[in-house]
């Protein structure tokens, strides 16, 4: 492999890991202080808050469908 191959894998390698990096800390600052049902304002947000901020405790019967009130089944 020559040297200007190594370099530009070595810089797309960087950018992938960066813009991970960048979607990970974008998706944990969004993930905010709620932690019920009764906070949360559509199925929508109770199923961010499930899915990327790990809050089970709003699928209380673990069917994949939080905030039953909300998002119905």
């Known amino acids: 492999m020559t040297s200007r191959k190594y370099i530009y894998l070595l810089i797309l390698a960087s950018s992938i890991l960066f813009a991970q990096n960048i979607k990970k800390e974008k998706e944990e600052k969004e993930c905010g202080d ?5 906070q949360m304002k559509s199925c929508e947000e109770a199923k961010f808050y499930l899915e990327k ?3 089970k405790k709003l699928d209380k019967d673990k069917d994949g469908i939080p905030c039953e009130s909300i998002c119905g089944k």
């Open 34 to 38: 709620k932690k019920t049902c009764k």
């Open 53 to 55: 901020c790990g809050l």
